[in-house]
């Protein structure tokens, strides 16, 4: 281990396992270490004897729920955007040949108590029960404004500026009321609170058409996709990446101890009475405690059930935004719905996740109005977890740290986190229009 390391990257969740795929094929050597024996940090897959060790204590589950094997429970369950940044990842590294993806059934709103399908296209609008029918044309222009929009070509704009016109007077321009507002900011640009409304409507409009672009990508009853067997396939698959172009990987390795010389800056990283020396690490948060602050914490109910979740369509796969305003929160509730048909349980069985940002110490009463949409439940877990967030100025130290995963059921935001890290450790932007698959088949 005694060797000299462009990066050290410790813990193997999502975000350090693209980034250290990603950091090979730029050609730095890397050296990847976990603590634990097993990939994916805290966003790891469990089975079910996993499961029931992590929150019951015991590794006896009940007969009834079937294999254990047969279960791959994500400890942080996302969806990815068809056309999301995450797949053009995927894609520009040429990963998705270690994977295969399906696509996801149904996308929902919480409004007024009822839960209904998001409404994604003008066509949709017309038919939604969300809107009445003047509603429905008001919603119709503005639907048509967004799919029209070309940030490039002046004609598109209807002589507004959209990085100084704010979402809420671009909204207030068609006229359409607090609840149309509230599914478009959340369940179609997927913000995941309302500081939105008095920021600029670029952001906005792009997250609609991202919508839309993904929506329309696979055909599909929403603009979701999931991996067959869950995300812990995700790490895994980058890891493979890292290994390819020449990426080193140990895991199970206790007491990862960063090292800094007197100035404050990293030299290396010493486990079991060996150093290895490196320029930069990159880590997650558990590994740096003293460069991190807590932010908040992530209130969440894992479900296991015999069903769909009900007034689904009976969707095997499905998200259901809960907008704060519809609960009177300051954050969006989310539910995460995925079966044996994305192979992640067995035949007949399905996993349901409640989560939010935590803003008491009770999950099970905070997440109760998520956990009343899900109807009868096999067995159901709570589990309360710190966010963090680095405060060290990596300029000085060359410690590059990921934040903690948050409480929505989507990807955007794991991403652009890693596409930030990605740009301080290197000092470039990571060019998703170079498509590393095709590169690599031209050399072979």
């Not at 500026?161 to 609840?179: C, F, H, P, S």
């Not at 920021?199 to 058409?209: F, I, N, Q, S």
């Not at 109760?368 to 990596?394: M, Q």
Request: aromatic content about 10%; hydrophobic content about 35%.
């Amino acid at each position: 281990m005694d060797e000299e390391y462009d990066v050290i990257v410790l813990g193997t969740g999502l975000k350090e396992c693209i980034l250290s795929g990603l950091l090979s094929v730029d050609g730095l050597k890397v050296l990847h270490m976990d603590r634990n024996d097993y990939y994916g940090g805290e966003s790891t897959s469990l089975n079910l004897v996993q499961l029931w060790k992590k929150f019951r204590g015991s590794d006896k589950p009940p007969a009834h729920l079937g294999s254990s094997r047969d279960y791959n429970v994500d400890m942080i369950p996302k969806f990815m955007m068809a056309n999301g940044t995450l797949v053009r990842v995927l894609i520009h590294t040429d990963v998705t040949k270690y994977l295969y993806f399906k696509a996801v059934d149904g996308s929902y709103v919480y409004n007024k108590g009822k839960v209904h399908k998001v409404p994604a296209t003008d066509m949709e609008a017309f038919k939604s029960p969300l809107m009445g029918i003047f509603e429905k044309r008001r919603a119709r222009k503005f639907f048509i404004y967004v799919q029209d929009y070309d940030e490039n070509d002046p004609k598109t704009h209807e002589g507004m500026d959209l990085t100084r016109v704010t979402t809420k007077e671009l909204i207030a321009k068609y006229g359409l009321d607090d609840n149309t507002v509230d599914f478009i900011g959340h369940a179609l640009a997927l913000h995941r609170d309302d500081r939105y409304l008095n920021e600029p409507a670029l952001d906005t409009v792009k997250r609609m058409k991202l919508y839309s672009e993904s929506l329309a990508r696979f055909q599909g009853g929403s603009p979701y996709i999931y991996p067959l067997y869950g995300l812990g396939e995700l790490p895994q698959a980058f890891a493979r990446l890292s290994a390819v172009y020449g990426g080193t990987y140990m895991l199970n390795k206790p007491e990862c101890k960063v090292e800094f010389d007197e100035e404050g800056k990293v030299i290396g990283v010493t486990s079991e009475g060996e150093t290895a020396k490196c320029k930069k690490v990159v880590c997650d948060p558990s590994y740096l405690p003293n460069k991190v602050r807590k932010v908040g914490r992530v209130a969440r109910a894992i479900a296991i059930m015999s069903h769909p979740i009900p007034n689904t369509n009976d969707s095997h796969s499905v998200q259901i935004i809960l907008p704060q305003k519809q609960l009177g929160r300051k954050s969006d509730m989310y539910l995460f719905c995925c079966s044996y048909s994305h192979n992640v349980a067995p035949k007949g069985k399905f996993i349901a996740f409640v989560s939010t940002e935590a803003e008491t110490d009770r999950p099970e009463i905070e997440l109760k109005p998520g956990i009343d949409l899900l109807g009868p439940v096999d067995e159901i877990f709570f589990d309360i977890y710190d966010r963090y967030e680095p405060v060290n100025e990596p300029s000085l130290d060359n410690c590059f740290i990921s934040t903690s995963y948050d409480a929505t059921t989507h990807f955007e935001s794991t991403v652009m986190d890693v596409l930030n890290m990605y740009t301080m450790i290197t000092g470039k932007v990571l060019d998703l229009s170079v498509d590393l698959s095709s590169a690599s088949a031209a050399e072979e």
